[in-house]
């Protein structure tokens, strides 16, 4: 599996952002995508996660601001950040929760800096 993600930036506190991740890969079945982020000297957190039966989970400090969406035809997820703070600066990174011949594993994209300032 190949993850390719896009949307990072710089933005002030209260902006919108809006991240992509798109999938690709031969004899691939994911069951779940979503976001992390990683912030200087933490771990790394869930952020939102959406299963392929349109579950949404969240973290609880971007509940209500942040919205993850999946377009299947593109297999893309999109994580659309708004009431930006500049505790959500980090990398975030696009996962995937894969089956492939024969195994599940998880996948990961590059990474992609996004920095809140006040």
């Known amino acids: 599996v190949q993850l390719q993600a896009s949307g990072g930036g710089s933005v002030q506190a209260g902006g919108s952002l809006r991240l992509s991740c798109t999938s690709s890969?031969?004899?691939?079945?994911?069951?779940?995508m979503g976001w992390y982020r990683q912030a200087p000297g933490r771990q790394r957190e869930l952020v939102a996660a959406i299963s392929v039966a349109g579950t949404m989970n969240y973290a609880d400090s971007v509940q209500g601001r942040f919205t993850i969406s999946r377009d299947s035809a593109k297999n893309t997820v999109y994580l659309q950040m708004n009431s930006l703070k500049p505790e959500d600066t980090a990398v975030y990174y696009c996962?995937?929760?894969?089956?492939?011949?024969?195994?599940?594993?998880?996948?990961w994209g590059p990474g992609t800096l996004v920095t809140v300032s006040s």
């Open positions: 890969g031969r004899s691939v079945n994911i069951d779940r």
């Open positions: 996962h995937a929760h894969a089956y492939i011949p024969f195994t599940w594993d998880d996948y």
